[in-house]
């Protein structure tokens, strides 16, 4: 318990359920609580389509189930940060009943298919939530979707892989696709393409036009087709990733990646924001491994920003590795504010710039930066999905 403006505010930590760190909160002088997004008006990812680690299903259920022991019997209003309240003690309990009932059902039904030998896709395939959940207009899919939250739960608990030993080390797609259109023919694939929008079959008609555009994205009539399927595919989805994903396609197939507009989350306030130690994670996924097996260099950092103090960083065998603390074999001393050091390391190529602007506090081997800059590595968000 923590007393804050006056008020008492008690806390149940909730690990690894939509954030790796999460946390319920009970306000007692109001009667208020919230379970972050642990408890949403819509079904939650428990994979993120975006990407993310993928979520504990079974957590979800079991600290919603503790809420609901420590605070049930007195809660009056449920607040969500990214939804609106529910009001009245037995309107609270139910929707966090249903919620917490929901979780563990996709939790138990997933696992208990697994255990009957079903693969992800099957058991996505054949799950519905019991119409006391599913029919609950708060459990629906307005974020997440059922499909993917059953696949996701074989991800957390048993892997990647679905058990078919065909999966284990596949063909490339474009490879795949080349062999099953020379196996097949364009022609037929393509009729097989056109029947099936015809006849409203979308995901065979995206899964089967799908092996014509990667054996050959130039294929212009293959790729309207396809994105004709995805456009009908989106307008049929009730989770809208779902939606947003297969139109998305669409538009890639008609008109190419677009690049005008974005979320860029490797933007300065989010770099500058990372732990000193998160920044050297992230700097060593710019490494190039292959171009940096053979480099061998050390760079001892100073960050003169409060906290932070002395680091030393190391490439050798192509990997990236940074710990507190000065190396004495290191053939190179800098000093600086973390903005100006965090330059440095995710953009040596420009390290002269830097160190003169900046009038930074060097000594030794300045060149070791323009090796760094040799082996590391550059991103374009906008690469392709729908396309080869």
Same mark, same amino acid.
């Given at each position: 318990?923590?007393?804050?403006?006056?008020?008492?505010?008690?806390?149940?930590?909730? %690990?690894?359920?939509?954030?790796?760190?999460?946390?319920?909160?009970?306000?007692?002088?109001?009667?208020?609580?919230?379970?972050?997004?642990?408890?949403?008006?819509?079904?939650?990812?428990?994979?993120?389509?975006?990407?993310?680690?993928?979520?504990?299903?079974?957590?979800?259920?079991? /600290?919603?189930?503790?809420?609901?022991?420590?605070?049930?019997?007195?809660?009056? $209003?449920?607040?969500?940060?990214?939804?609106?309240? $529910?009001?009245?003690?037995?309107?609270?309990?139910?929707?966090?009943?249903?919620?917490?009932?929901? /979780?563990?059902?996709?939790?138990?039904?997933?696992?208990?298919?697994?255990?009957?030998?079903?693969?992800?896709?099957?058991?996505?395939?054949?799950?519905?939530?019991?119409?006391?959940?599913?029919?609950?207009?708060?459990?629906?899919?307005?974020?997440?979707?059922?499909?993917?939250?059953?696949?996701?739960?074989?991800?957390?608990?048993?892997?990647?892989?679905?058990?078919?030993?065909?999966?284990?080390?596949?063909?490339?797609?474009?490879?795949?696709?080349?062999?099953?259109?020379?196996?097949?023919?364009?022609?037929?694939?393509?009729?097989?393409?056109?029947?099936?929008?015809?006849?409203?079959?979308?995901?065979?008609?995206?899964?089967?036009?799908?092996?014509?555009?990667?054996?050959?994205?130039?294929?212009?009539?293959?790729? *309207?087709? !396809?994105?004709?399927? /995805?456009?009908?595919?989106?307008? !049929?989805?009730?989770?809208?990733?779902?939606?947003?994903?297969?139109?998305?396609?669409?538009?890639?197939?008609?008109?190419?990646? !677009?690049?005008?507009?974005?979320?860029?989350?490797?933007?300065?306030?989010?770099?500058?924001?990372?732990?000193?130690?998160?920044?050297?994670?992230?700097?060593?996924?710019?490494?190039?491994?292959?171009?940096?097996?053979?480099? *061998?260099?050390?760079?001892?950092?100073?960050?003169?920003?409060?906290?932070?103090?002395?680091?030393?960083?190391?490439?050798?065998?192509?990997?990236?590795?940074?710990?507190?603390?000065?190396?004495?074999?290191?053939?190179?001393?800098?000093?600086?504010?973390?903005?100006?050091?965090?330059?440095?390391?995710?953009?040596?190529?420009?390290?002269?710039?830097?160190?003169?602007?900046?009038?930074?506090?060097?000594?030794? *081997?300045?060149?070791?930066?323009?090796?760094?800059?040799?082996?590391?590595?550059?991103? *374009?968000?906008?690469?392709?999905?729908?396309? %080869?």
């Amino acid at each position: 318990m923590r007393t804050l403006g006056g008020w008492d505010f008690e806390f149940l930590y909730a %690990p690894d359920t939509e954030a790796p760190e999460e946390m319920h909160i009970w306000i007692p002088a109001i009667k208020a609580l919230t379970c972050a997004e642990n408890a949403n008006h819509t079904m939650h990812n428990i994979q993120t389509i975006r990407g993310a680690r993928t979520r504990d299903a079974r957590n979800f259920a079991r /600290y919603l189930d503790e809420t609901l022991v420590r605070w049930g019997q007195d809660v009056d $209003v449920h607040y969500g940060p990214h939804t609106w309240p $529910v009001w009245g003690n037995e309107t609270v309990v139910a929707f966090l009943e249903s919620q917490r009932d929901m /979780y563990k059902f996709i939790h138990d039904q997933a696992l208990r298919l697994a255990n009957h030998g079903l693969t992800p896709l099957e058991a996505a395939e054949v799950v519905e939530l019991p119409d006391a959940i599913g029919k609950k207009w708060f459990n629906r899919y307005y974020h997440g979707g059922l499909h993917h939250n059953i696949r996701a739960v074989f991800h957390k608990e048993l892997g990647f892989w679905d058990g078919d030993p065909a999966t284990i080390l596949p063909l490339l797609p474009q490879d795949h696709a080349r062999r099953h259109v020379a196996l097949i023919g364009r022609d037929r694939i393509l009729q097989e393409g056109r029947g099936a929008i015809d006849a409203g079959d979308y995901r065979w008609a995206v899964q089967v036009l799908h092996h014509l555009v990667f054996a050959d994205p130039k294929d212009a009539e293959a790729k *309207d087709l !396809q994105a004709d399927a /995805y456009e009908q595919l989106g307008y !049929q989805q009730e989770v809208p990733q779902y939606r947003a994903i297969f139109l998305t396609a669409a538009m890639e197939l008609r008109g190419g990646v !677009q690049s005008k507009s974005g979320v860029h989350t490797d933007n300065l306030d989010t770099i500058l924001a990372m732990p000193v130690e998160l920044l050297f994670d992230f700097a060593a996924v710019h490494l190039d491994g292959e171009k940096a097996a053979d480099v *061998d260099l050390s760079i001892n950092l100073t960050f003169t920003d409060p906290g932070s103090g002395p680091w030393t960083m190391w490439v050798r065998s192509g990997v990236l590795n940074a710990r507190p603390g000065h190396a004495d074999q290191a053939r190179l001393h800098v000093t600086g504010p973390k903005p100006v050091l965090a330059a440095l390391l995710l953009d040596p190529a420009k390290a002269a710039d830097i160190i003169a602007k900046h009038s930074l506090a060097i000594d030794g *081997d300045v060149s070791i930066f323009a090796t760094l800059a040799k082996v590391s590595d550059t991103f *374009d968000p906008y690469f392709n999905i729908a396309t %080869p």
